[in-house]
DNA sequence: TTGGCCCTTTGATCCAGATCATGGTGAGAT
DNA sequence: ATCTCACCATGATCTGGATCAAAGGGCCAA
């Protein structure tokens, strides 16, 4: 594993202002909010979370922030998939997850990210500045509340990702990423036939702790096995059993 | 990897209740008192923790609960270690963590453990109601916020954990481990030459993704290299700065 | 003292997945 | 159109760590 400097984004963009018809304005009318953190307020807090509220619009394949920057924001995500991952000297990366609409970036409250966060695609953002949010946790019981159901819930999600990157099969462990990716996006979107796979196969590899043609090869057979079918920019699933079986077995 | 069944806990232990002299009985005298969840808290809120506190002396080599089970309870340890860990069907494992004083099991607040967890050594803990405990959190803001504070933290390590797991060589798993174990110890006893290992080799194996056999020759090269030194249950680290090295390479 | 059991070490061999190499394909730029 | 560039696919070969095998200790029970 060299290294092989994948999708490499540039500069930090000047994020512009999420003005006109683009992203919610007001959280009333935030698509996410009862999925977010946000869902932890009444009317009044909402009202207090806004004014601390700035909406952000960034462009695909932009970096949000690079590991060890001071954490002066942290952001619920309201569209689109970004890229968390943290980088070694000498090339390797492990990509610590993907977020999508409804997650918080920034649970730790740590003083430095741990992590660095690039768009896949466009994606709007909510940002809070950290102290202003951290105040408002420490005020606002609910939303500390809901603050920790989140860390705890990714906290699960992240020992179950040590199951896989420990102790699966590349096969397994390509399973168990559709099969989780596809549960994450049911929630949003309701049951669909095809699954958006706004990462590339180096993202997945990077993911999974695999190389690229490992992914490549174990889509390449399921799809000559039609346990899925290639659809631009995704894949359809059609032996979702069959994806289970290699999971458990 | 096949089933090799290691360590394998009895059932689950008539859990003593810890009387006389064996266990701080009132948390004035808890030793871990300022690096556990309960630091949070005032004297009046300690009383009222109290009141739904159990404290509990667990033999070595014994199940504290399995994965799947209610949680109905949830527990700081106070002396001794665990080990956290997930099965799979056909016997491979993965151990998620070590929990040594000081730590909180049960930040998920779900309603069944994800993980089981056996005492290595023996082991005292606080037992507490996992509902009256919930209840207490939502009503004492410094305890829900240190619980977020906790959980944000352990998920800090469980990525950072995943980079090892998915990107990291043998030898610098290894080196990870060893300095990272050293870390949390030193937190509790302050710096010491020699490092205790209540753990075995196959559970540092099944920890970093790794066989038994990997993790002995690695460590019996660091031995005849007088990196470290084998002292009994444990080691003494004599060239931290190449353990480092290893890591940074 | 002996035997049994568990854990660890060490050597020999194997193989899943990494690495190396090459070609294909589609989208955007000119 | 044609070029370029970033992905992706796929065949050939290699290798780090797994697997297989065997042989020490250390501890405790009888």
Redesign the interface.
Known sequence: ?EAHLPTNPGPIASLTPCGGGQCASVCAECRVRLYAVCAALDRDEINELERITQHIALPAKTALFHAGDAATSVYTVTSGTLRLQ?D???G???V?GFAIPGDFIG????DHF??SADSLTQVNLCRFDRQAFARL??EK?GL??R???F??????L??????V???RRAEERVAAFLLRWRERMARLTGASATLALPMGRQDIA????LTIETVSRTLARWMREKVILDVPDGIRILDQARLEETL??
């Open positions: 594993m943290r070694l000297a000498d390797r990366r492990q610590i649970l730790a409250m740590d741990g992590f946790a420490h019981h500390m509340g603050l920790h159901d860390a705890s819930h990714e906290l699960g992240a020992q179950e990702h040590m199951v990157l420990g102790r990077d993911h999974l702790g458990a077995g």
